[in-house]
């Protein structure tokens, strides 16, 4: 079983000057060979956007009304 220092190092791209914009931008887009490469992109692309916005949430860094202003733009 891979360490999650091999994994994060494989799967996220982290190495020692790679920009955090880069890095995130691969990790999020996937392998290219990947199977059902569309399908994981948008699984991987929803479940960061949900653990930044719990993240500010839980920062006081976004409010309520601000969040459910947001989604609510999401699905109009």
Known sequence: ?????????KQTF???GF??????FYTLIG???EP???KAQAHRNSKAIALLFKTLRENGTLTEDQ????L???VM
């Open 14 to 16: 982290k190495a020692e």
């Open 36 to 38: 059902q490469r569309e």
């Open 72 to 74: 609510f733009n999401v």
């Open 31 to 33: 392998e290219q060979n």
């Open 1 to 9: 079983m891979a360490t999650k220092e091999e994994v994060l190092a």
């Open 67 to 70: 969040l459910d202003e947001l």
């Open 19 to 24: 920009e955090v914009d880069r890095r995130v």
